[in-house]
């Protein structure tokens, strides 16, 4: 056991207590970013005049040394300390003697531990936006290969008009944009340093707080240092954000496994993204996209989890607040394992275009337009919509599609059906009439699609 405060104390910590209470086990991956807050917080107290240059220095070597010693496995972490910034500290002291003992003048690890959360968080958005476009790519270049693959766009799970797979793809572009903008928001609102908010009531050395906000990268210090020990909302927000993300794949992974069922046949996953069964030979599964949808569960479980925990803490911090950690971790890597193999899944699978566009015929995904040639040609929508339901009857019971019907049995139900109506009624035109903004048609998909691309910055 090795601990910052006993001082006050007579007796040692119970064991059971010590294990109850420590965090290194789950800290420990934060060390870099406490090294990092550290530093800037020497400069600051040198740069201050709280601590001499001489010391300034021999802390900063001593922080870097131990940096580079965990980064290459010289020094382990052990769980001989109760958290990371006690294993940071007594390591230094161990190194550096006197000079060492200073490092923690005007701070507290409240503030500490609030600042490396969020040098943590800040680059774990960073990579989490990266992975984001990287999906976001992958989806684009599906959208530009497809723009004339037809197939059946559904509701209620039921076939209702022809779409494209290009415009089918572009709604999920539209999603994870969504999730791109929101973790930059993010970002924005979270970009404010705690450190320098000491216990909870600032300190009474003269820290310049700017200074370090600033050698941390930060646009400014947080404005009260009450809420600067205790805000976890930027962990709420990405959090929130995350389930919405891993909502998204959710949705996608379960099509990705309906498009891929025997039935369907829409899709092939890989070999290398699919599993096999240990007693049914002939069984290529779809774990991952399973997996994601199934892993989407945990990412709301932390949401929850977090706010349950935060709901009735009292200002400032609160022991509580070191639950947010093991949630926090969970979560972004979940999320980054997901957006990795899912992307990669999607990349690498193939897309059965005839069998979609077979699809597409079946179903009666054009009755609609069927109906609008009859406005087209004067009939109120509400009559064609109960002619073309005639016509679809008669279809089924002769079992045909409405692009095999003879022209007499149509004219039998409706005079105002020529032979155009086989034009009207083909997958092709079905499709390419619907150009208004953000339909499939391919004059508005090809709008869309260079609009996508901008957006990733690819003119
Ligand atoms: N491990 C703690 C946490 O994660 C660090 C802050 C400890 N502060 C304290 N006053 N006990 O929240």
């Not at 404005?223 to 805000?231: I, T």
């Not at 692009?403 to 035109?429: G, R």
Request: charged share 25%.
């Amino acid at each position: 056991m090795a601990q910052l405060w006993g001082g006050r104390f007579t007796k040692e910590t119970d064991q059971l207590v010590y294990q109850f209470n420590a965090s290194i086990s789950f800290d420990k991956r934060f060390y870099a970013q406490d090294i990092r807050g550290s530093i800037a917080h020497v400069m600051m107290l040198a740069r201050q005049g709280i601590l001499t240059d001489t010391e300034k220095e021999k802390i900063i070597e001593g922080l870097e040394g131990i940096l580079s010693d965990v980064d290459n496995g010289r020094l382990e972490i052990t769980e001989q300390y109760e958290d990371i910034h006690s294993f940071v500290e007594a390591t230094l002291i161990d190194r550096i003697g006197e000079p060492g003992k200073k490092l923690h003048t005007g701070r507290s690890r409240n503030d500490q531990v609030a600042l490396d959360m969020k040098l943590y968080t800040r680059d774990e958005v960073h990579m989490l936006n990266q992975l984001v476009k990287e999906l976001l790519q992958a989806i684009l270049v599906i959208m530009e290969e497809h723009v004339d693959t037809y197939m059946p766009g559904f509701t209620h799970l039921q076939k209702a008009q022809p779409v494209t797979l290009a415009h089918h793809m572009g709604a999920y572009f539209e999603m994870f944009c969504r999730d791109h903008e929101r973790l930059k928001d993010i970002y924005g609102r979270m970009d404010t340093c705690p450190l320098g908010s000491g216990a909870l009531a600032g300190t009474t050395y003269p820290l310049d707080r700017d200074y370090t906000a600033s050698l941390l990268g930060f646009k400014g210090p947080t404005r009260n240092s009450m809420d600067g020990v205790s805000d976890r909302d930027y962990l709420l927000e990405l959090l929130s954000a995350l389930s919405i993300l891993m909502m998204h794949l959710s949705r996608f992974s379960e099509e990705v496994i309906i498009w891929n069922s025997n039935e369907y046949q829409f899709v092939e996953i890989d070999d290398a993204y699919s599993t096999g069964s240990s007693i049914m030979p002939q069984k290529k599964n779809p774990d991952i996209a399973e997996l994601v949808r199934g892993k989407t569960g945990r990412v709301y479980g932390a949401l929850q989890g977090l706010l349950v925990a935060m709901k009735g803490i009292p200002l400032a911090y609160n022991k509580d607040m070191q639950e947010d950690k093991e949630v926090a971790f969970d979560a972004i890597d979940t999320a980054k394992g997901c957006l990795g193999l899912f992307t990669g899944m999607l990349r690498t699978m193939g897309f059965k275009k005839e069998r979609m566009e077979e699809s597409a015929k079946l179903g009666f995904t054009n009755a609609t337009d069927a109906a609008d040639y009859l406005v087209n040609h004067g009939v109120a929508f509400r009559d064609a919509h109960g002619i073309v339901g005639q016509l679809v009857l008669l279809c089924i019971e002769k079992d045909m599609t409405l692009s095999e019907l003879p022209l007499e049995e149509y004219q039998k139900i409706s005079p105002v059906f020529e032979e155009d109506i086989y034009q009207a009624v083909s997958m092709e035109t079905c499709v390419n009439k619907r150009v208004t903004k953000g339909a499939p048609g391919r004059a508005a998909m090809e709008a869309e699609i260079a609009e996508c691309r901008k957006y990733l910055g690819e003119y």
